[in-house]
């Protein structure tokens, strides 16, 4: 089969669709959690994730919308946990990261759904993604795009030095609280795709990488943007033509993208 | 030539205490900051000299107290926009952050702009005004981790004038950086307050350089033990006999 031929199949199409969409979307919200040292929030809101898609197969409903409305709501409970401090940041993130997983294991075998389905969840895969998922992206895309175009400036100011922003009269509180919601979006709508468990890898990997190249801010946002498409796009071709888990083709393309700029900018 | 006026109060800070896990940080401390004032707040180590910052500028709640800012009470201030902020970060900022300087500077013209609006060619040319006041219009392009410390310090000045403040207030801006570069600091310091006439404040160790530098010094360790003119400070036995640090 050569590579136009892969068009004719619809869910090819719909991947790469559902591909593009996350691809662009990660690195925008990858970028100011990797730099306020939060990295880890988008493994624990992917485990989070896992959770509600059991809870979708368990009630039988769209497993994105179900991660959507359980990550958003533990995002909330993260960033209000933190804002209190009667626990330690990172501790917070351990204590939704194992509660969720649990959760999501007993739901899983109350609704028997360890099955190949769920692999595809676990991992990604481009057949799982069906029309209504296209859409459903779609418009999640747009809600983070729109409102990070809206914050932009106020993110950068938090992001860089959330002190002197306060003293500026920036709202951190709400912004941050705005910022990790607009993570567990990105998070849910990445899942189809790339799966729960690599989510993490394609929010920070492009960005990390890009950092590498030291430009200005907007410049970084777009080299981690072209590695992330590249990636993502790369990753579907190469994973279908080899039949291989989508979410781990995507996720080493990336790496493989990391250590190719390293060992560039060692010469 | 100084220009204070003492009929128009910028900062007021009256009977502040500051308690921190039962330590009182910060005892009964009262002075006032007039418009076209240099004004030096000294102590050592530990005496609470951040923390009395971190109050005047509402980041912190004083156990009791209370802060008038440009004759407002601290709560209900709005006009973030008329003070600039120099915070202590010369030295301790993430050196990787992809910024250039004039993104630094531009973060400067929030408070201008406020939410939901973005920055327009004034915006910018008020970027570039603050640049060249400081002398760092040039480096424009560069990246803020790959300048000198003192270079960076004077793009946080920049970032704090974009915002066309009228009081500017400055945490330990001289700390890690060489002797020769702070001379040049304290040169565009008092450009700001005598040719701008822009008030300010600087919080510091070097009681050296604020005795040749500020209108008046505030000596803080703990509690306010002396608050004058720097003339009345040499004739002061006690703040000679404690000379902090």
């Known amino acids: ?267 | 030539m100084p220009h204070v006026n003492h009929n128009e109060n910028i900062i007021e800070a009256d009977h502040i205490s500051f308690s921190y896990s039962g330590h009182e940080v910060l005892h009964d401390i009262t002075l006032t900051v007039h418009r076209g004032d240099y004004l030096g707040i000294v102590g050592g180590n530990g005496a609470g000299k951040t923390t009395l910052i971190k109050i005047l500028l509402g980041l912190l709640k004083p156990s009791s107290g209370t802060i008038k800012l440009f004759g407002q009470e601290i709560s209900r201030f709005k006009d973030w926009a008329k003070i600039g902020y120099v915070p202590q970060k010369a030295t301790n900022f993430d050196v990787n952050f992809p910024a250039t300087v004039e993104e630094v500077v531009l973060m400067g013209r929030y408070s201008r702009r406020g939410l939901f609006k973005s920055m327009t060619g004034e915006d910018r040319h008020k970027a570039k005004e603050a640049l060249e006041h400081v002398e760092m219009w040039q480096y424009r392009d560069r990246l803020i981790g790959d300048l000198s410390g003192g270079q960076q310090q004077r793009v946080f000045i920049a970032r704090a004038l974009a915002g066309n403040p009228e009081v500017v207030i400055l945490d330990e801006p001289t700390v890690g950086i060489e002797q020769e570069i702070k001379a040049e600091f304290y040169t565009l310091l008092r450009k700001l307050n005598r040719e701008l006439r822009l008030t300010v404040v600087l919080i510091t160790h070097d009681i050296e350089s604020m005795s040749k530098e500020a209108m008046h010094v505030a000596c803080i360790d703990h509690t306010l033990f002396f608050h004058n003119s720097v003339d009345e400070y040499f004739k002061d036995t006690h703040a000679v006999i404690h000379p902090h640090p």
């Open chain 1, 1 to 267: 089969m050569n590579f136009f031929e892969l068009f004719q199949y619809g869910f090819v199409i719909r991947g790469i669709e559902a591909g593009i969409i996350v691809a662009l979307i990660a690195p925008l919200i990858g970028i100011f959690l990797v730099l306020r040292r939060y990295s880890l929030i988008a493994d624990t809101l992917a485990h989070v994730s896992l959770a509600g898609v059991a809870l979708g197969f368990l009630l039988n409903i769209s497993p994105i919308l179900t991660a959507l409305g359980v990550t958003v709501i533990s995002s909330l409970g993260i960033e209000k946990m933190r804002n209190t401090k009667r626990v330690y940041g990172e501790s917070a993130l351990a204590l939704f990261l194992s509660g969720s997983l649990a959760i999501a294991t007993i739901l899983l075998s109350l609704g028997k759904g360890f099955n190949t389905n769920l692999f595809n969840y676990l991992f990604g895969s481009i057949v799982t993604v069906t029309q209504t998922d296209v859409y459903t992206m779609l418009v999640l895309a747009v809600i983070v795009v729109t409102t990070l175009a809206f914050f932009y400036k106020e993110l950068i100011y938090i992001t860089f030095d959330e002190e002197s922003a306060q003293v500026a009269g920036v709202p951190v509180r709400w912004i941050n609280m705005i910022l990790i919601v607009l993570a567990a979006f990105t998070i849910s709508l990445s899942i189809p795709i790339i799966g729960v468990l690599l989510i993490a890898a394609l929010i920070v990997i492009p960005v990390v990488a890009a950092l590498q190249l030291r430009r200005s801010f907007t410049t970084t946002i777009l080299y981690a943007e072209a590695i992330s498409l590249f990636s993502v796009i790369a990753g579907i071709f190469v994973s279908f033509y080899l039949n291989l888990s989508t979410g781990g083709t995507i996720v080493l393309i990336m790496l493989a993208i990391f250590i190719l700029i390293m060992a560039f900018k060692r010469q």
